[in-house]
């Protein structure tokens, strides 16, 4: 079935730091990608998306490009900061219409 | 615009016990999603509502779980009898239609069985 694998957390690094968190997915058809967040204390909320081979999604200085020929769609960051702590999701929409999440990867970025 | 609206937001029963959560999903939004959460792992979809039908429930224990969506609306997700392995925070989310278009998450309601 569709499934999204995402790499395992923590990831730690320090301000500034660039950060790549990868995610591979696999599905029938062509999926949509999407990247959420989760910040301590609040609920899931979507980062950014990408619908199509080759788009490019950002949002808040992150970005992901859905790449078809490595079934990737990992997230990117030039310089994180201690507010970008939190655990990120990865997750595609299906033929089926299913939203399905990877497990999340938690980021613990210190100053 | 309001959010996903979830209550309660924690819950403790004893194994056996039955539960319910309630979730109103933004105005207007036709798909509604219940996710659960176990500690330290992603969302899995429990059940999909399109408007007030069954998008998938495969995934739905369906001995002990059960879900309904009068209306379109409002929904509620029941477990009885709950199991110890059904601790966990539920989810609740909305989106326009379908899932290509943004889901919207709740704050969820943390059950722990004991």
């Known amino acids: 079935g569709n499934s999204v694998t995402q790499m395992e957390g923590p990831v730690t690094l320090s301000e500034e730091a660039f950060l790549t968190i990868n995610c591979t997915y696999t599905a029938t058809g062509y999926p949509s990608l999407f990247w959420y967040v989760q910040y301590p204390g609040e609920g899931l909320q979507l980062l950014l998306k990408?619908?199509?081979?080759?788009d490019k999604g950002s949002n808040k200085g992150f970005e992901a490009t859905y790449r078809k020929e490595t079934t990737s769609f990992h997230l990117e960051k030039g310089s994180v900061q201690v507010s970008d702590s939190a655990v990120y999701f990865c997750a595609l929409s299906d033929q089926g219409d299913k939203l399905i999440f990877g497990t999340g990867t938690r980021l613990q970025v210190f100053p | 615009e309001a959010g996903v609206a979830q209550s309660p937001r924690y819950k403790i029963i004893e194994k056996r016990q039955s539960v319910a959560f309630w979730c109103n999903p933004i105005s207007g939004h036709a798909t509604l999603y219940w996710y659960q959460q176990i500690l330290g792992q992603g969302p899995k979809l429990l059940i999909q509502f399109q408007n007030n039908g069954v998008v998938d429930d495969s995934q739905l224990p369906k001995d002990r779980f059960s879900a309904e969506r009068l209306k379109g609306v409002d929904s509620t997700l029941k477990i009885q009898p709950a199991k110890l392995e059904d601790s966990a925070v539920y989810l609740c989310?909305?989106?326009?239609?379908?899932?290509?278009?943004?889901?919207?998450f709740g704050q969820g309601t943390r059950l722990t069985v004991v």
């Open positions: 990408a619908t199509k081979a080759d």
């Open positions: 989310a909305s989106s326009l239609q379908g899932a290509s278009t943004e889901a919207f």
